[in-house]
């Protein structure tokens, strides 16, 4: 018996014997739904020995037979009728357990997010992405009717998908182009660090996404729940279709704030606050200015992270508070770190280090947040061991700085686009899908291994727009992207470690040395974090105006 469980109330296996019944029922299922029609295959009991069989152990037995290749919607909502009506848990089985699990798919639309759905199957072994119309249109086939379709669409109007536009437009002024984006505002989110250093308000990070959005361009106001690239279509969410002839994926990535127990619950109350919410950078700062006295812990989840340096930022930040308020020896100040390192580029410790004495942060390498219990003011860590093993820390806090776990977006990771990590699969150095052949990826979504930065998606955006037009016949010679990203470490308010680097942390700074030395705190550099930067990233890298983003070509 091959038994998987899709969900705690219901699992999934292949044709079963009457000499297994007694083993459903003490692995300690209550029903039994039979997908297969009796007579289907020479070794097969039929329904009705089964249902004996099932009735001697105390079980309920359920004949919903479905023909191999043919479930209908009437078949998925029968199917979600019965999980109602039956005790749990449940174990559906037909030949190979693919049209039970089929049949939960379709029941499941409008209940359960798409993503879910599709990684549950996947997980038990059946592939469902065949069914995410139907899925997506609340278990019902849907029509063939093509709702939109475009030469280009981009999935994401944030920090990548806006500039990709602006820069193809720049290069191909008639392009018909959509935006897919259900947002209603774009964040310029490097500023939310100096929210929470109370350098900039929150509203100074925020426009509405129609006034970033490009005339030319048509903006689809939805969410995509699903890609067909084979089909050169996307399903937004209501499973309206979108054709497409490019297609750019750059839905930036999931914030798993699910992914620390008891975070929800307490996020912007007790002490608790992360710069990684809009709505939260300003607690950040009122906590700071608040505290006289106690302990503040920092954390860091394991990478990929957008903006690596951002946990320690916000450190600094406070700590340089702390300092001018003269109440830095009352804080014990911790940053736990599920990495080993302080950064991935060896050659910005050193300065770094000298402001970790400063202030006298503890450093805590391989501890992982994995729960906040805001109320009593106690966080949880699992603390990985030189022997491998790991062990619970738990520690208490005034204040708290949470940096939460993150991961490719649910409809990417369970998509055709995805590589094994979840991430968009794409050429390190075209952007172009390593499969599909008319599709890009760039920004926070790509498996790319440079740092997630909004600086990245600057340097990305024309050599995505570039390869776009000659993948179209209008452009030729490929561009090539270095893996330039850059980390503005706020180390006090006023200087700036200014770490720039390409693929394998080699340095690329944009200056010469002897103007901006970044391995060193740098005035200068924070005058362009605080003055140059923001409107360097509203007025020209969202406008296609690719100053300092020139791309390097290579064919
Ligand atoms: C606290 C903090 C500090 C940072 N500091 C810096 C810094 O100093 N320097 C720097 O360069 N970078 C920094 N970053 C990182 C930078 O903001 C990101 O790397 C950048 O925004 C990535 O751009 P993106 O377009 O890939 O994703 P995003 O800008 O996040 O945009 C993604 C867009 O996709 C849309 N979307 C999501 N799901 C769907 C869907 N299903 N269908 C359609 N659209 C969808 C969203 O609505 C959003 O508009 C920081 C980030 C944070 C949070």
Known sequence: MDIKSLTPLLSISPQILIAEIKAVAQAGFKAIICNRPDGEGPDQPSFKEIEAAALQYGLQAHYLPVESGKVRD???????????????????????????????????????????????????????????????????????????????????????????????????????????????????????????????????????????????????????????????????????????????????????????????????????????????????????????????????????????????????????????????????????????????????????????????IGLNFGETLVAVDGPSHKATFMKNLADGSKEKVVRDFDMIHVVPPQKAPDFVRVSPLADTAGWVDVDPGSLRHKTFANVFGLGDATNTPNAKTAAAARKQAPVVANNVLVAMGQLKGEAKYDGYGSCPLTVERGKIVLAEFAYGGKLAPTFPTWLIDGTKPSALAWYLKERVLPPLYWEAMLKGREWLAEPEMVG
């Open 74 to 360: 009437e078949d998925g909502k029968a199917f979600g009728q019965l999980l109602h009506t039956l005790p749990g848990p449940v174990l559906a089985y037909c030949r190979t357990g693919m049209r039970s699990t089929t049949m939960w798919a379709l029941s499941q639309a409008g209940v359960t997010p798409l993503p879910k759905i599709l990684e549950a199957s996947q997980k038990v072994g059946f592939d469902m992405k065949a069914l995410v119309q139907r899925i997506a249109n609340g278990g019902k086939t849907p029509s063939d009717q093509v709702d939109a379709r475009h030469d280009v669409v981009i999935v994401g109007g944030g920090a990548a998908g806006i500039s990709v536009a602006s820069s193809l437009l720049a290069r191909s002024p008639q392009l018909d182009i959509a935006i897919i984006d259900p947002a209603d505002a774009h964040f310029y989110q490097p500023g939310w660090t100096m929210v929470g250093g109370g350098i900039f308000t929150a509203s100074d990070t925020a426009r509405t996404m129609a006034s970033v959005i490009p005339t030319d361009v048509s903006w689809i106001k939805a969410a995509v729940a699903a890609f067909e690239p084979d089909n050169n279509q996307i399903i937004l969410e209501g499973c309206r279709v979108v054709k497409y002839k490019q297609l750019v994926v750059c839905p930036g990535l999931k914030l798993d704030w699910q992914g620390i127990d008891g975070l929800n619950d307490t996020l912007g109350r007790n002490g608790v606050t992360s710069n990684y919410r809009f709505d939260m950078a300003p607690y950040t700062w009122e906590l700071v200015q608040n505290l006289k006295g106690g302990k503040a812990l920092f954390t860091q989840p394991p990478m990929p992270i957008k903006c690596a340096g951002a946990p320690q930022k916000a450190m600094y930040l406070s700590a340089d508070h702390w300092t001018r308020h003269g109440v830095l020896n009352n804080i014990d100040i911790q940053f736990c770190n599920s990495g080993a390192v302080l950064f991935g580029v060896a050659d910005y410790v050193p300065a770094l280090m000298e402001y970790v004495k400063k202030y006298h």
